[in-house]
Structures are given as structure tokens and as C-alpha cells.
């Protein structure tokens, strides 16, 4: 693989990172949120949150598209005050990764909050602990394999974005192409010898992700 | 004899079935094409009988599947190159390929900016973001390059150049105001009211735009598909695309 | 003992659960023990206390401040009450050591204060050396003295303990029973205890209450309560092994003379309602003493023919019941058991102290609504 090539993987990996950091503190306050309360809004903002795992990646990427665009409510605030572009640069691509794992990372969360025993924190609130102090020092601390598994499995799904990433930043060498989208477009261009090798690349980092998040899964059990 | 009745039901359709006259001519044609060609087929398929099935994308997609064995009659792409690759590999009927239309590129920005007096005005800061099609599979985006090529401006602008799959979708990019500038052809520009036409690149400036048109060796319909690549040949439908902006051999060039 | 260090009435339904309806629970410096059968709400008063559950109604007091007014929508949560609660299975923080869990509710100290606090606390209850265990690595008893450090570490105004040896086996459980006296009376903090051990109670606990289907019925030293219980429900709830509807014949210079089945019996009349005529009689099988058939004269007002029924033998102890004219329980060593002969059929005589006769009247029904 050529230096180039190695570069490309390293800004797949720095986009995922970079999403990862942005999806955290909304993924946890939701996943918390949903795993405590029973309020109206519970069973839309699940939904919501469900939303990106299941419709076509395309119009999770188009939805961003309309938001974050320079004529969009969020991104036309930004070009205006900020002078900041979202659409194709690589804030683009972080957005698009934050959104696709976002509901992976919130499933898994989730189910790791409600899986800490209500005693705990009860018993926590009589020592005088306020509700910051009992989620960071008994909820998230019991929780941390559930959701390190979520984050590895988020990570892994941010490696392998494509259809918002192609809708919302587009395929710029350099600026906002990511392992994915350079094998699509290593096979758009007949050059199928890169692309299988970006692909094996794709593979293995995958695997290893996965792999860990399998195992943190499981032994908690 | 209940079973009579039901006989005759049922012979009568297969009568229909097997004797039918009409057949289905697939397409492979780019992007560029797609209204014109949609237009032209929807008045043929009155006249003939015959049905139209259209593939369209960039020519670089559609070589790619038709490589891959996709089941076609025609194709029709929008540069020659790609047409050569197919028929270096002998997938292409040999004797049918024919240079159909011409196209000139155009420079098209939002409705709110203002008008360009030259193309080197892309290379200035203010301009951010150039919508071209893939430079490496798009022939639109190929075109593009060559012209900025001869002119001295690629080194300035392959930076800020944003890559797109076809021309339609440059199209649709410029037209969302995301990005400041886009090369499309003048017959996609002359499609959509809210892009502006900065700058016309002339005919003879440009590259040379050919839109090859021909039979595929294995296609399963080629009776059908003979008699509709000769429809697009000819005069009739010239004036449909000339409608569209395309340049035709009797109209070489845009008025 | 003084009584005014808490004082709670408050009322907390479940749907679908125990109605909790508690009047006038009055808590003092030393140990209460709350008394109750399973399923009577014991655990859910502790948490109402604790501040972990929130009454529908009434008034919650404790040291001069108010924890509870459901008057004026006044509720403090349980992080705002100085409460140390101890819950049956300890619930140690998992992934913290035991210096941590019990410094846990010390954060707003400075490290080295918060230290030499839990240092002190660990050397009392005799943990010292265990700081960097995690609880998983300590024994039942272990976790539960380090559950009662942390508990205790914040000098809380009042302690609860749920259950404090469900957890341990039976060796354990006597071993420790000793020690947690001690601990509790030396830290001096008011306790409240719940246990449905009676054995527990009485060592325990300086004060007990009674709670029946989650009502406060009866509150009182321990021994009073458990020799004199106010009603049949406390009666049972309380163990008496004996209890029998009797009819009152005569009351005279301080004793009453009841007839139960074919058995007369002396009481001590002590405050019997002037026109009870129906009593119930409650004989505790340890207060009955059973001797050979030939009679003897003792200072026992009661001494009844009888003959033994059933022989239960438990550990070191058996109960047996005789019929005396009523079945009556008697709690004797095993050794006794076997040097007297008994079996089935053998005819003795059960000999009760009046005084260890309680009398209620009948109209004191099992239930006082």
C-alpha cells in the first residue's frame, strides 16, 4: 500500500474517532434518559433514535443534506455567523459517522444503564450523593463494559459509512473521502486491484472491532 | 363439457402471449440524455408498439455494468471513450456505432451570483466549491477537466473541485446553492430554472462532445432495437433533441 | 428513652402491595427494632424514612427538621437526610474498595480528613487491613460491618438496618449478633431495626414496634411487649405458641381465674376492663415447666394434669405439646426430653407461673378497625 493509501486510512480512523467524541455525550444523556425515565416523549424519541439504523443510510444522508446545507436552518446559521461550511468538508463526514452510530451506541448504553442495579444508586443518594456525582461514579462505572462494547461497535459502523457520508460530504480526495467511499470509487474508476486492497484494510479493522465489543459483550455475563 | 370454456380462456391468452408483436428495448444511455431521451421514446413507443427501458447514469457506470453482463440492446453514452472500451472488448455489434449528438459544456452557478466574464474567475477565494462530475468516470467531468486542462486553470481548481457520480447530480448540487459553481452541459442547464449559466464555453473552445450510440453484440432484442437506434438516427428525432439543446450533424451548433 | 428524636405518621400504598399506614412511630436515641412478619411493609418504612420512597400523606420529623410534610408538598430527598441505611444484601458498591465505599459519602472533606475518618471507622469495627478489598473478597460478616461503616462514617442522625443477618448463615448470625450490640450502642446513633427474628429483637433492641400488615400496633420496651402483646395479631405475629379463647369466672384481689377447655387457670388480673367476660390466654412454651405426675407443691398457681401429644425436636431443644385440657406448648431441652421419658400418651403435669399468663380481652379483636 502506498503512502497515500496509508493516509486514507488514517483519516477514516480520525473521522471515526472525531465522530465517536461527538456522538458520546448525546448517545450516554440519551441512552440514560431512556433507560430511567417513562415520560411522554419516550417512545418518539426512541424512535427517532432508531431512525438512522434502519432507513436507507441515503436519507439519513439527505436529511443532513437539508439541515446542515448552506441554505438549511442549522448550516445557513453557521455560514452566516460562523462564515462555517458543513456540507462537503470534512465536518461532514464527522457529522454523518455521529449520526449513523449514533443509534448503536444509544441500543447499547442503554441497556447497560438499565442493567446497573436501582440499589446502588439508591444507596449512593443516601450517602448524600447528588444525581452527577451518583451517574459518575456508580452508574457509568457499572455500566463501562456495555457501553465500551456500544462505542466499539459505533466505531466499526462509523469505518464503514458510506451512503450519508456520499450524500452530505461528498467524494473529495483528500478532504472528505474515507475508506468506503475510496473503494467506491476506486471501482467507478475499473481500478479493482485498490479497491480490493482498501476493502481487506476496511476488513480487518472491522473485525478487530467487532471482535472486542463481541467479547466485552460477553463476559459480563 | 365445463372444461371447454376454460380452454378456450386460457388458449386465448397464450395466443396474446406468445404472438404479441411487442418487444422491450433496453437502454443504457447517460444521464444527460434523460429527458430528451424519455421524450422522444414515450412518442416511438406510441408509433411502434414497441416498449422502452431506460438505464441511465454515468457512461463510466454503465460500461462498467455492461462489462459485468448486464443485459442490454443500445447504449448511449455521452463520450467516446468509454464506447471504445466496450468495443475493444467485442461487446459492441460491429458496423452499428454511429456519432449521434454533440453537447457544449456550461459553467453554472446559484441564481443570486453574479456572471462570470471569464473561467478563470473559478479560481478566485471566493469561490469555494466547484460541482464536476468524477473526473475519472464521468464524462462530463472528464470533459471539464481537459477544458480547464488546455486553459491552464487545473492545478487552481482541482482543490476545491467536488466530485459527483453524473452530471444530473452536479446539476442537483448547484441548484441546492452548496456549492458556488458546477460544469455541466448546456442541454442539463437549459433542464433546471434555478441555475444560471455564468459562462458558456464555446463549441470550439471545449473539447469535442460526442454522444456515440450503438448495438450490443448479445442483445436480446436486436430486431426491436435496430429499428429504434435508427429512429434516433434520423431526422425526426433530431429535431426532438435539438429541442433539448443537443448539437445534431444538421445542427452543429448552438444558435 | 427519650422518644422525640424522630417522629413519623405517613401513609404509602403500592399498587397491588401492603398499604403502609404508620401513626405516631416515635423513635429515641438506642435501638428500635421494627417487628412484623414478612410482607407487612417493614422494608418500605425503612425507605420512606430513608428518604428512597415518598409517602402520599402525613408528617415525617426528625431532630428539628421536617423530612416529610405532605401538608405543605415538603419531601427531602434521601441525599438531603443524614440517614445511614444498611439495606439485607449490603448493596457494597461492586466496583469500589472497601476504604472507598465507606469514604463514599465523606467527598466534601479533604482527602486527608476523609482518610483518617474512615480509617478510625474501619479500626472500630475491627476492618483495618481490609482497605483495598473489593467487596467481592470479604466474608458475609465482612461486608456486613462494611456496610455498617459506611453507614455510619457521616455521623448520621439515624440509622437503619434492614434485615442486618439475613444474609449470614446461622454460626455467623449468633456470632455476630453480640457484636453489632455493641457497635450500635457505642456509636450512639438512633436505630431502627428490622428484624422478624424474635431471638434477634430480644438481644438487639432497647425498644420494639410491631408492625401488622403496615400499621404501628403495638411499641415498647422488648420484653414487655413480647410477654404482654396488646392483641391477638401481636400475639402471633410475636410467636406466643399457646393461645387460647377463655372464659373470665372470676376476678379477685388482683388474679383472675379463667376456664380454658376443661383447665382452670390463675392469671394476674393486671389492667383487665371491668366487664370482659371473654379473654383470650397467651402462654409463652418457654414460661411452661413440665414435671412428673406426682404433684409437689410449688409457688405456681398453675399446675395442670396433662398428657403429651407431639414431641418436635430442633437443635438442641424440643416442643412439645401437652393436653392439658387445652393444648398447651412447652419448650424443653432435648435432654430433659430424654432423661423425663417422654413420648406420647405419658402423663405429666405443666406447671405455669400466673404472672406469665397474659390476658386479652376478647374485645380486643385482631384487627382495630
Not at chain 1, 451512503?163 to 467511499?181: D, H, R
Not at chain 3, 413519623?8 to 404508620?22: E, L
Not at chain 3, 449470614?168 to 428484624?195: F, K, M, Q, S, Y
Amino acid at each position: 500500500m502506498s503512502h497515500a493509501q496509508w493516509q486514507l486510512v488514517g483519516f477514516s480512523l480520525r473521522m471515526a474517532l472525531l465522530s465517536l467524541v461527538v456522538v458520546l455525550p448525546p448517545g450516554l444523556a440519551v441512552a440514560w434518559w431512556l433507560a430511567k425515565f417513562n415520560g411522554r416523549g419516550k417512545t418518539i424519541l426512541e424512535t427517532l433514535v432508531t431512525l438512522p439504523l434502519v432507513l436507507p443510510p441515503v436519507v439519513t444522508g439527505l436529511v443532513l443534506l437539508e439541515l446542515f446545507g448552506r441554505h438549511g436552518p442549522i448550516g445557513g446559521w453557521l455560514h452566516r455567523t460562523l462564515g462555517m461550511d458543513v456540507v462537503f468538508t470534512w465536518r461532514a463526514v464527522v457529522l454523518a459517522l455521529a449520526s449513523m452510530s449514533l443509534p448503536l451506541l444509544v441500543r447499547a448504553a442503554r441497556t447497560a444503564f438499565e442493567e446497573v442495579d436501582a440499589k446502588y444508586e439508591q444507596l449512593a443518594r443516601t450517602l448524600g450523593a447528588g444525581e452527577w456525582r451518583v451517574f459518575f461514579t456508580i452508574t457509568l462505572p457499572l455500566a463501562r463494559r456495555g457501553i465500551l462494547a456500544g462505542i466499539l461497535l459505533a466505531f466499526a459502523r462509523s469505518l464503514g459509512e458510506f451512503g450519508a457520508t456520499i450524500m452530505v460530504a461528498g467524494n473529495i480526495p483528500g478532504q472528505t473521502t474515507t475508506l468506503p467511499l475510496a473503494i467506491y470509487q476506486a471501482v467507478q474508476a475499473d481500478d479493482d486491484g485498490l479497491a480490493w486492497t482498501l476493502a481487506g484494510v476496511s476488513a480487518v479493522i472491522a473485525f478487530a472491532a467487532v471482535l472486542a465489543s463481541e467479547r466485552l459483550s460477553r463476559r459480563r455475563s | 363439457m365445463k372444461l371447454l370454456p376454460s380452454l378456450l380462456v386460457a388458449g386465448s391468452l397464450w395466443l396474446t402471449v406468445t404472438l404479441a408483436p411487442a418487444a422491450t428495448v433496453t437502454v443504457f444511455a447517460a444521464a444527460s440524455l434523460t429527458d430528451s431521451l424519455k421524450d422522444l421514446a414515450a412518442t416511438y413507443e406510441q408509433q411502434s408498439g414497441d416498449q422502452i427501458v431506460f438505464n441511465f447514469a454515468a457512461s463510466g457506470v454503465l460500461s462498467r455494468q455492461i462489462e459485468a453482463g448486464a443485459p442490454a440492446d443500445l447504449i448511449f453514452f455521452a463520450d467516446e471513450a468509454h464506447a471504445d472500451g466496450l468495443e475493444q472488448k467485442g461487446l459492441l455489434l460491429s458496423g452499428s456505432r454511429q456519432d449521434v449528438l454533440g453537447n457544449s459544456l456550461v459553467i453554472i452557478t446559484p441564481p443570486d451570483h453574479a456572471a462570470m466574464t471569464s473561467p478563470a474567475e473559478l479560481t478566485n477565494a471566493v469561490c469555494q466549491h466547484v460541482a464536476l462530475g468524477d473526473v475519472k468516470s464521468v464524462p462530463c467531468g472528464t470533459y471539464a477537466k481537459t477544458y480547464f486542462t488546455q486553459q491552464g486553470l487545473w492545478p487552481a481548481m482541482a482543490p476545491k473541485v467536488i466530485p459527483f457520480d453524473n452530471v444530473r447530480a452536479v446539476l442537483a448540487a448547484v441548484e441546492t446553492g452548496n456549492v458556488d459553481a458546477g460544469v455541466v452541459y448546456a442541454t442539463d442547464a437549459l433542464i433546471s430554472k434555478k441555475v444560471k449559466v455564468a459562462y458558456a464555453i464555446a463549441v470550439t473552445d471545449g473539447p469535442k462532445i460526442n454522444y456515440p450510440l450503438a448495438l450490443l453484440k448479445d442483445a436480446p432484442e436486436p430486431a426491436a432495437a435496430r429499428k429504434f437506434a435508427s429512429f434516433l438516427e434520423s431526422s425526426a428525432a433530431a429535431g426532438g433533441f435539438k429541442k433539448y439543446g443537443f448539437l445534431t450533424p444538421s445542427a452543429p451548433a448552438v444558435p | 428513652m427519650n422518644h422525640d428524636l424522630l417522629t413519623a405518621t405517613f401513609r404509602k400504598q403500592f399498587p397491588g402491595g401492603p398499604a403502609i399506614a404508620v401513626d405516631q412511630l416515635r423513635l429515641g436515641s438506642g435501638i428500635t427494632v421494627l417487628f412484623g412478619a414478612s410482607g407487612s411493609g417493614k422494608t418500605t418504612v425503612l425507605r420512606c424514612l430513608a428518604g428512597l420512597e415518598r409517602p402520599e400523606a402525613g408528617r415525617i420529623q426528625a431532630g428539628g427538621e421536617t423530612w416529610f410534610d405532605g401538608a405543605t408538598n415538603l419531601f427531602l430527598p434521601a441525599r438531603r437526610r443524614r440517614v445511614g441505611f444498611v439495606p439485607q444484601d449490603y448493596a457494597l458498591f461492586p466496583h469500589l474498595s472497601v476504604a472507598r465505599n465507606v469514604g463514599y459519602g465523606l467527598h466534601e472533606l479533604t482527602t486527608g480528613e476523609r482518610s483518617r475518618q474512615v480509617a478510625e471507622t474501619l479500626e472500630w469495627l475491627g476492618l483495618t487491613g481490609l482497605e483495598d478489598r473489593l467487596p467481592r473478597a470479604l466474608s458475609g460478616g465482612q461486608q456486613q460491618r462494611v456496610a455498617l461503616a459506611r453507614a455510619v462514617v457521616g455521623r448520621p442522625q439515624l440509622l437503619l438496618l434492614d434485615e442486618p443477618f439475613a444474609a449470614l448463615d446461622t454460626p455467623t448470625r449468633l456470632r455476630l449478633r453480640g457484636e453489632l450490640r455493641h457497635w450500635l450502642r457505642h456509636t450512639g446513633i438512633p436505630t431502627l431495626l428490622v428484624t422478624h427474628d424474635r431471638f434477634e429483637a430480644l438481644a438487639l433492641g432497647d425498644e420494639v414496634v410491631i408492625l401488622h400488615e403496615g400499621r404501628n400496633v403495638q411499641q415498647g420496651p422488648v420484653p414487655a411487649v413480647f410477654s404482654q402483646p396488646f392483641n391477638l395479631a401481636v400475639a402471633e405475629i410475636t410467636a406466643v405458641e399457646t393461645v387460647q379463647r377463655g372464659r373470665l369466672l372470676e376476678v379477685r384481689d388482683g388474679l383472675a381465674t379463667i376456664a380454658v377447655g376443661n383447665a382452670r387457670l390463675t392469671a394476674l388480673a393486671r389492667d383487665l376492663p371491668a366487664d370482659a367476660s371473654e379473654v383470650h390466654v397467651c402462654i409463652r412454651a418457654e414460661d411452661v415447666i413440665l414435671t412428673g405426675a406426682d404433684a409437689v407443691q410449688s409457688s405456681a398457681r398453675n399446675h395442670l394434669s396433662a398428657s403429651v401429644q407431639t414431641i418436635t425436636r430442633a437443635g438442641p431443644l424440643a416442643l412439645v405439646q401437652v393436653d392439658c385440657g387445652f393444648p398447651l406448648m412447652a419448650l424443653l431441652t432435648q435432654v430433659a426430653c430424654d432423661e423425663m421419658g417422654l413420648h406420647p400418651g405419658h402423663p405429666l403435669v405443666a406447671i405455669v407461673k400466673a404472672p406469665k399468663i397474659h390476658l386479652i380481652p376478647a374485645d380486643n379483636a385482631k384487627d382495630r378497625d
